[in-house]
């Protein structure tokens, strides 16, 4: 039955995001506010790089679900774990805590209401919400390995490093800040900014794992308990 469950969620999600990230290209050729796609279109901004991290976490996954054999042993389920529990989970909680944490605060710092106008509520709410509930229902549906913490502190290093290198890259090209928030800091500033987003993310990871073992170490434990009381009556 779980099994069955997973192929559905898999398949579903992963047509979800090929969906947003479809209507998110085909914006690139309208005539947008400003600064919006300059240099980079929506390959600069994070929301759509996790847009595109879900999108490939659960097209892998549903690829993996139609395998046959013991598939958590094998090299695309080992590649599917790493991927949820260091990236997906992690990003994609931290685009929706921190996007809606600003927005709350001043939206013009993050997502001006000038882009209204060319996305609709349900594409902010794609894109900024309904990424939680469908990370948590994943946790739900599937179990996942997730790595020794040294190892994904330094994949998330290298990986938040490239995207700073990128959005400086973008800044110094064009003299525009992908969000307008950055440009309220000064150089220590935005270094500050940075270990506390990566700080953010890492206790994200930790929440995954948590999470993760929670719900399956329970089910593991009764799982092996039936069998037992099952062999005890033979």
Do not use: C
């Not at 690139?28 to 879900?54: D, H, M, R, S």
């Not at 659960?58 to 529990?85: C, M, R, T």
């Not at 993310?201 to 009381?229: E, H, I």
């Amino acid at each position: 039955m779980t099994s069955v469950v997973s192929k559905v969620y898999h398949i579903t999600v992963f047509s979800w995001y090929v969906l947003i990230v479809k209507s998110l290209l085909a914006k690139e050729g309208e005539e947008l506010p400003a600064g919006i796609f300059v240099y980079g279109g929506p390959w600069k901004y994070l929301t759509f790089l996790n847009l595109l991290l879900q999108m490939v976490f659960f097209g892998l996954a549903a690829v993996h679900d139609l395998q046959p054999g013991k598939k958590s042993e094998n090299i695309l389920g080992k590649s599917k774990d790493l991927l949820f529990s260091v990236f997906a989970f992690p990003v994609g909680m931290f685009v929706v805590l921190l996007f809606w944490s600003i927005f709350v605060y001043d939206r013009e710092l993050v997502y001006p209401a000038t882009i209204d106008t060319f996305f609709p509520p349900w594409i902010n709410h794609a894109m900024h919400t309904i990424v939680l509930p469908i990370l948590l229902g994943e946790v739900l549906v599937q179990p996942h390995t997730f790595p020794q913490t040294k190892h994904a502190l330094a994949l998330l290093g290298v990986v938040g490093g490239a995207y700073l290198f990128w959005i400086l890259w973008v800044y110094m090209s064009v003299g525009i800040w992908v969000y307008p928030l950055l440009g309220l800091f000064s150089t220590p500033g935005l270094v500050g900014f940075f270990f506390f987003n990566m700080s953010v993310v890492f206790l994200l990871f930790q929440l995954g794992k948590v999470l993760n073992r929670r719900v399956w170490a329970s089910r593991y434990y009764v799982s092996t308990t039936d069998k037992r009381k099952g062999s005890s009556l033979k």
